[in-house]
């Protein structure tokens, strides 16, 4: 084995897992500032689509999407289970609202994939890979192309 794919099966990922309908996601641990119960949140006038609005966070005004709307998926009903990811990428920090939060997974490098050519419902876009683990496909998602810089620096956070 090279010493370059000895470096890389090394290496490991930290990943926060949720879900949102029948998919399991992933986000590096890195980029997840915290994990909180679904609050009440404010709306914003013309804000796109997936902008669910705003919540103050400990003085803090971020703004939250609904991710599932985002990625163009059906979510499960909200309930006792729904969370909001706050996470940071580049300069935007923003919530995320998911159906549930299952775990934090530690996998090797090695066991992250790059996308199908042909995603699932979700646009390839968004994806940095796929990961198997124990029979399961978790997608790890691009938190910059997710939250589009662009957008959210247009909602003015």
């Known amino acids: 084995m090279p010493m370059a794919e000895e470096a890389r099966a090394a290496e490991e990922l930290q990943l926060v897992v949720f879900s949102l309908g029948r998919e399991e996601f992933a986000v590096e641990v890195t ?30 005004i971020i703004a939250v999407i609904d991710l599932a709307k985002r990625l163009n998926i059906e979510a ?22 998911v159906d549930s939060v299952s775990e934090v997974l530690r996998v090797g490098a090695d066991a992250l994939e790059p996308s199908p050519t042909i995603a699932t419902d979700v646009a390839a876009a968004f994806l940095t890979g796929v990961i198997k ?24 956070f």
């Open 31 to 60: 980029q997840v500032r915290e994990i909180m119960r679904m609050e009440e949140i404010t709306r914003m006038p013309k804000s796109p689509h997936f902008v669910e609005g705003i919540i103050n966070l400990r003085g803090q």
């Open 133 to 156: 683990h124990d029979n399961r496909l978790i997608i790890l998602l691009d938190l910059t192309k997710v939250l589009s810089l662009e957008e959210m620096a247009g909602l003015g």
């Open 76 to 97: 499960q009903e909200r309930g006792g289970e729904t969370r909001i990811i706050v996470v940071e990428a580049g300069e935007v920090k923003v919530g995320m609202i």
